[in-house]
């Protein structure tokens, strides 16, 4: 039995990848490909997972955020509402098209450390849940917009709790270094706190926290929620605040290769819950109610990716690449960060992996590339190459590099397949050229 590193994959009797009860060759015959595919059932999976497990293990108040830069687009803010889940949004962009779906933004906190002052009357003006304020500047700014439109913006400020976790150093954000928040070891945390309890036109409901992204130990969360913890009873025996909420961000890791460990999502939960419910009864603060923004692990282990292989070149004692019609525009993420992934040729899909290679993008550029040295079946032109856990920070990180259209989303249920997102035109291309 061939194994795969999503458990929602499997070789169908026809030999071929089926994914969410769909053969994947029959989808890029009928879609075209490059295709995104998305598993619905396990998007609604992880939702009501962090869901329930916050509810359990937290106050009755608390309650997921998915971070929305992972993958955003109108079908995924309606399963996340009909799934009881709030968002986080970076951008307007992100909040608009919440909106447009029909997403209630009451539930959306908005991110971000240069958010312009059009951004922020622009989110104040929709009635965004939360706002996170990044900074001195910000925070000023958000007051006198506040007070002119005469409302009272709930807010969370951004706290660089100091926590160096074991990841990539370009998705490690909760170091004193880091460009995002105030950190409290320089006093900048308890400076913008004062100011924000002082200021006009908005209401300090507690504070944020972001430790980093793809971690897989739960001690660098404990830590931060411990750090977290602690300021908010400085914070209250100096000035009388108390918080009503501790926002501890995202990051729990994805099991993107066999490699790569489980992460026990709501054992973290439990844990993190163990240490903030021991914290609160020793430093004397009332049990906040928490908030987690989970991004990759809400929809990363829910996608995949479909190509068609086009050339592959053999270079004699060397090298062997296996192109694709997509690449480093769909997926930058082997270019940004050298991420690891599996892959398999759809239509090969219970056949031998043994055919060392690199898949290489079209885009005109060496570094275009999704894997270097995997095994894969043997390939030839035609084939559908399937990379797995493509649902975070591809589609979203995608780009028309050399003027290349976006793959289409399709979303799978139980073998039902329907287009979430159309294939760009170029039409599309130029839309927006005078
Ligand atoms: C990126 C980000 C997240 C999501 O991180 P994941 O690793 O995808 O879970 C959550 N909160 C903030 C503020 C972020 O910047």
Same mark, same amino acid.
């Given at each position: 039995m061939t194994e795969f590193v999503m458990e929602n994959c499997k070789v169908n009797p026809k030999g071929n990848l089926e994914f969410a009860g769909a053969d994947t060759t029959e989808l890029a015959g009928q879609y075209g490909t490059p295709l995104m595919l998305l598993d619905e059932n396990k998007i609604r999976e992880h939702a009501a997972l962090y869901r329930d497990a916050m509810k359990k293990y937290f106050t009755p108040d608390s309650y997921p955020l998915y971070a929305s830069k992972a993958l955003s687009y109108k079908g995924i803010y309606r399963i996340m509402q009909q799934e009881g889940v709030g968002s986080d949004a970076v951008s307007c962009g992100e909040i608009y098209t919440a909106k447009a779906a $029909?997403? &209630?933004?009451?539930k959306m906190v908005f991110h971000g450390n240069n958010k312009t002052e059009e951004d922020l009357r622009y989110a104040v003006r929709v009635g965004i849940g939360r706002i996170v304020v990044d900074g001195p500047e910000e925070l000023e700014e958000l007051g006198k917009i506040c007070t002119g439109l005469g409302v009272k913006q709930k807010i969370q400020i951004r706290i660089t709790p100091g926590i160096d976790p074991h990841t990539h150093k370009a998705i #490690? %954000?909760?170091?004193? &270094?880091? !460009?995002f928040g105030n950190a409290i070891a320089t006093g900048q945390a308890e400076k913008i706190t004062r100011a924000a309890l002082k200021t006009e036109g908005v209401e300090l409901m507690g504070f944020h926290c972001h430790v980093g992204s793809q971690i897989f130990e739960t001690e660098p969360f404990i830590n931060a929620s411990a750090i977290m913890m602690s300021f908010i009873a400085d914070m209250k025996k100096k000035t009388g605040f108390e918080a009503k909420e501790l926002n501890l961000g995202g990051g729990f890791g994805v099991?993107?290769? !066999?490699e790569h460990p489980y992460f026990d999502y709501e054992k973290a939960i439990e844990e993190l819950s163990v240490k903030i419910k021991e914290q609160s009864a020793s430093l004397n603060v009332k049990m906040p109610d928490i908030m987690l923004e989970p991004g990759r692990s809400m929809v990363a282990a829910a996608g995949i990716t479909l190509y068609t292989v086009g050339s592959v070149k053999e270079i004699p004692e060397m090298k062997n690449y296996v192109s694709i019609d997509g690449g480093m525009t769909d997926n930058p993420r082997y270019a940004l960060y050298q991420s690891q992934y599996e892959a398999v040729i759809a239509n090969k899909a $219970?056949? !031998? /992996?043994d055919y060392v290679c690199s898949i290489a993008g079209r885009?005109?550029? #060496?570094? &275009?590339?999704? /894997?270097?040295?995997i095994k894969l079946q043997k390939a030839k032109k035609g084939d559908i190459l399937a990379v797995f856990v %493509? $649902? /975070?920070y591809n589609y979203s990180m995608a780009s028309n590099y050399n003027r290349l259209p976006r793959p289409a989303i399709v979303t799978v249920r139980d073998g039902h397949s329907e287009v979430a997102v159309r294939r760009e035109s170029y039409e599309d291309l130029i839309k927006n050229d005078v």
């Open positions: $029909g997403f &209630d933004v009451g #490690s %954000t909760g170091r004193v &270094d880091s !460009k099991r993107y290769v !066999k $219970g056949q !031998k /992996a885009c005109c550029e #060496s570094g &275009d590339l999704i /894997a270097e040295n %493509t $649902g /975070a």
